[in-house]
């Protein structure tokens, strides 16, 4: 969802509530600590370590992209046709436009990582880094066609016209080859892993860092959000605003998201723009930096390697390409071809990654802030990776000085979409494990609307901790499905693209099996 894995970094609480996060976060430290050494497993190579999961998601990125003959390049005008809506109609199945699927899951993903998440990758990895975040986020275009094309294609459109999709519609089609047990048990872990970070970690997360940019950009603990009781009330106004637009079910979403989105990415990438185009004569410099970085890191532990994995550890955590969780948002589209939405979903990557991080990164390598030297120096100096959001709102801010202002409204409204968007996701992996109702729809909402509150109040940071391991279980259970599928989705993707070509595309309105009838002859 946008963000590296990190803590709140709020001010604890005090009283009885400080007892109450304290008791919470100790009790959770043994089981995250352990939670996480599994989950994030380094696999070790010279020098340098880095996660198993990550190694998972890039392999499955070049295995897809080969499997389907660089579809992201060769599909990138198709995607454009879809998305405006050329070959749809209002009769199609689903729920929302193609755009709409697009920005609601584009607003689970850009976030806290295209801003925080970038600068900890310059500090950490130098220039280089840029040069493979940029071609992880192309390979993660291919994984994000596979998994929201089998989302649409397993679907199940209900009779008030919801749809319920996603891995858990997929997954259990792929794994029954197992057995039907063995196919129960996979899905229900990915199912229990989505749900407990759509409730507790993303949520709390993004409700947590909302309040504290937006308590620093008033006055900090000197303004008047600066006591436990306006943490209380932030969260109770956050967690309306959030009710206002979740209660409406992904309509709502997607409606909101369709306009959150573009506007906010657009203020964003603006600002990059105008440092960049102060910094014009840096262009070359800054290239060459990535360039040369990319293949000759000197000083960075690790070398080439330790670079490399910098830069597709950041991008797999800020796009999400393989967890399966973009599939939940695009299952919902009105289409009737389940591979129209994959070539619109391969957009994702392309915006979150090739796009707004490369924008984040050449700005802060062509302002060169001072702050950028000083945190790879602390990196090499054997400390920790600094705050990347300072890097970031530093290197704005030597062209806009009134840049950080304008960086706590965007991280606000980054978490706002974040958290309307993984409310749905969350919601639809509780109606997998406790069946569809209006009644327990009701109970999941309040339970989600209640750790918003506590987001703010609360930093229960191993709690996050662990539900954020969670969430990448799913890529390991959501990539093996899309392996064993991969023959069905290249079936859907030869027909699609063979009926495009013929002109069959063109006629809407027609149900599937009067197409061939109704076809131009060949």
């Known amino acids: 969802m946008g963000r590296s894995i990190i803590v709140p970094t709020e001010s604890e609480p005090s009283g009885l509530l400080g007892q109450v996060d304290s008791t919470v976060n100790e009790f959770m430290e043994p089981i995250a600590t352990a939670f996480n050494d599994i989950v994030f497993f380094p696999l070790t190579i010279g020098d340098f370590s880095f996660p198993i999961v990550v190694a998972w998601l890039i392999i499955a990125g070049i295995v897809i992209t080969c499997y389907f003959g660089f579809i992201q390049f060769r599909g990138l005008k198709v995607s454009g046709q879809v998305i405006r809506g050329k070959f749809s109609t209002k009769q199609d199945p689903g729920e929302v436009p193609h755009f709409q699927a697009l920005t609601s899951a584009l607003s689970g993903t850009v976030g806290l990582g295209n801003i925080a998440g970038v600068g900890a990758a310059m500090a950490l990895g130098g ?25 649409v294609k397993y679907r199940q459109v209900h009779e008030d016209g919801t749809v319920s999709g996603g891995p858990f519609k997929y997954l259990p089609v792929a794994f029954k080859r197992f057995g039907s047990l063995p196919a129960k048990v996979l ?20 409700a947590n860092q909302t309040f504290a940019q937006v308590r620093n950009a008033t006055g900090g603990d000197e303004g008047f959000l600066g006591s436990d009781g306006a943490a209380l009330i932030f969260g109770a106004i956050l967690a309306a605003l959030v009710a206002i637009v979740i209660l409406g079910g992904i309509k709502s979403i997607g409606a909101t998201t369709s306009k959150l989105v ?10 990059c723009v105008a440092v960049i185009a102060v910094n014009f004569e840096n262009i070359p410099a800054a290239v060459g930096a990535i360039i040369e970085g990319a293949f000759r890191p000197e000083g ?27 599939a939940i948002a695009h299952s919902a589209v009105k289409t009737r071809r389940p591979v129209s939405e994959g070539f619109v979903a391969m957009l994702e990557p392309l915006v ?6 490369t924008m984040t990164a050449l700005a802060i390598i062509m302002a060169g802030a001072p702050s950028l030297q000083a945190g790879i120096d602390q990196v090499q100096g054997g400390g920790g990776a600094p705050d990347g959001v300072i890097l970031t709102s530093d290197a704005f801010a030597t062209v806009l000085p009134w840049f950080p202002i304008v960086l706590s409204v965007a991280v606000a409204l980054f978490a706002y979409s974040t ?19 209006r009644m327990r729809e009701i109970i999941y909402k309040v339970i989600f609307l209640t750790f918003t509150v506590a987001g703010c109040v609360l930093s229960f940071s191993q709690v996050i901790s662990f539900t954020d391991a969670a969430l990448f279980i799913c890529a390991f259970v959501n990539l093996l499905g899309v392996y064993l599928l991969l023959p069905v989705i290249k079936k859907e993707m030869k027909k699609y693209l063979a009926d495009r070509k013929s002109g069959k595309l063109d006629i809407l309105g027609i149900e599937d099996e009067e197409i061939e009838d109704a076809a131009p002859a060949r």
């Open 127 to 151: 220039p280089g880094a840029t040069f493979w975040m940029i071609l992880a986020g192309l390979l993660g275009m291919a994984t994000k066609f596979a998994e929201c094309t089998l989302g």
């Open 187 to 206: 899905t229900g872990v990915f199912a229990v892993a989505i749900l407990l970070f759509g409730v507790a970690g993303g949520n709390m997360f993004q």
């Open 262 to 271: 573009p506007a906010m990415a657009a203020v964003y990438l603006i600002a």
């Open 300 to 326: 960075f532990a690790g070398g080439v390697l330790g670079v490399m994995i910098i830069g597709f550890q950041r991008a797999s955590f800020s796009n999400e390409a393989g967890v399966g969780s973009a």
């Open 352 to 357: 979150d990654t090739v796009l707004i991080c």
């Open 419 to 437: 958290l309307i968007t993984w409310s749905y996701y969350g919601l639809k992996a509780w109606e997998y494990l406790f069946g569809r109702g």
